[in-house]
């Protein structure tokens, strides 16, 4: 069976994803599958509105298939996974900046690079069962593919919560936040489908749109606010000791679980004074952590404990008590000629 399927139907250019079972977890070669469709369609004039969905129920798409970005770290060799990143970047940004509509259908599991697919559209549509996360921290991670701007454009300090604890937002929670855009139930998502392949008519979104319940983070950011505005994870930690409202015990487990040094660095892009105004300066900025990051941060070994063993018991470098400042700082510094070159694309 494909990876996913690239067709023109009517006026729209439609990307399915089809790795069900993988919960649609993105492959080298579907980034840039994807991405040579969004270079054909941009010209075209048949093309006016772009959809990007995916098969099954569990999932929009889950991430990045990271089992060769493994394999090929633990054999001492970065530049595949280098490539891969400047490659889904490339993609991201072109979402991002597209001058036609481009519509995503977010069911399920839209997380990590699911939210650099999908997130980015101008038209991002979730449903009862949406989940979506930024959840890279847990597998020592700085949140990535542009998402740091998401995050940085969140209520508050919506973002921070999210980026560091890794916590998953419902449809309502996602529209709050702003990953996403509209809620039409799923069994209205075939017709509107058939709608903007038949007309192209981007307006037919917000015809098919209703009004979501309450957000929980909504409900409960005036706490989230005061405990997520310290300076450092430990005040955070602090911040959340005696808090007796499930969201938060959940953040302060979280915080205890995740890797400290990612933790920090995405503390420290979120809120220092660089915190990403646009898609591409995140994407800039998050490349400085991703290019070192199977040979200096804990990414390896948050793959082995999740993913490879699943064993849940990662042996990070740091504690949250010992983390260098200097470290965080060599993560998030400059790549000299290294550095991720987005100028024209």
């Known amino acids: ?7 023109t139907e009517g006026q729209a250019g439609r990307i399915t994803l089809q790795r069900p079972k993988a919960l649609n977890a993105l492959t080298y070669d579907m980034i840039l599958q994807i991405e040579a469709a969004l270079i054909k369609w941009q010209t075209d004039p048949d093309v006016t509105v772009i959809l990007i969905d995916a098969e099954g129920d569990r999932a929009f798409c889950a991430g990045g298939d990271i ?5 090929t770290g ?3 060799q970065y530049d595949f996974a280098r490539a891969f990143w400047r490659d889904e970047y490339r993609m991201n940004l072109r979402i991002s900046d597209y001058p036609k509509p481009v519509v995503s259908f977010l069911q399920g599991f839209t997380m990590g690079g699911g939210v650099g697919l999908g997130c980015h559209a101008s ?5 009862e069962n949406s989940r979506i996360a930024m959840p890279e921290c847990g597998i020592g991670l700085l949140p990535d593919v542009g998402g740091t701007y998401l995050l940085a454009q969140a209520p508050g300090k919506i973002g921070t919560y999210l980026g560091v604890t890794g916590a998953q937002m419902s449809a309502q929670d996602a529209l709050f936040a702003g990953f996403a855009d509209h809620f039409v139930a799923i069994d209205q998502w075939e017709q509107l489908k058939a709608k903007l392949i038949e007309t192209g ?16 983070l909504q409900k409960h950011q005036a706490e989230i606010d005061a405990a997520f505005s310290a300076d450092s994870i430990a005040d955070i930690l602090q911040a959340l000791e005696n808090t007796e409202i499930p969201l938060l015990q959940k953040a302060q487990k979280a915080l205890q679980k995740n890797a400290p040094l990612a933790m920090a660095c995405t503390l420290a892009t979120l809120n220092g004074p660089t915190s990403p105004q646009s898609v591409k300066q995140a994407l800039e900025q998050e490349f400085r952590f991703v290019h070192r990051a199977l040979e200096h941060s804990d990414f390896l070994e948050g793959i082995r404990a999740a993913i490879i063993d699943r064993d849940g018991a990662p042996n990070w470098k740091h504690t949250i008590a010992t983390l260098p400042s200097q470290d965080v700082t060599f993560m998030l510094g400059s790549l000299g000629n ?8």
């Open 1 to 7: 069976m494909t990876e996913l399927t690239i067709t």
């Open 67 to 71: 089992s060769k970005l493994y394999k």
């Open 74 to 76: 633990q054999e001492g």
């Open 123 to 127: 038209h991002r549509i979730v449903c």
């Open 201 to 216: 008519d981007v307006s037919a979104i917000s015809a098919a749109a209703q009004s979501p319940a309450p957000s929980d």
């Open 338 to 345: 290294e550095a991720l070159d987005l100028t024209g694309d």
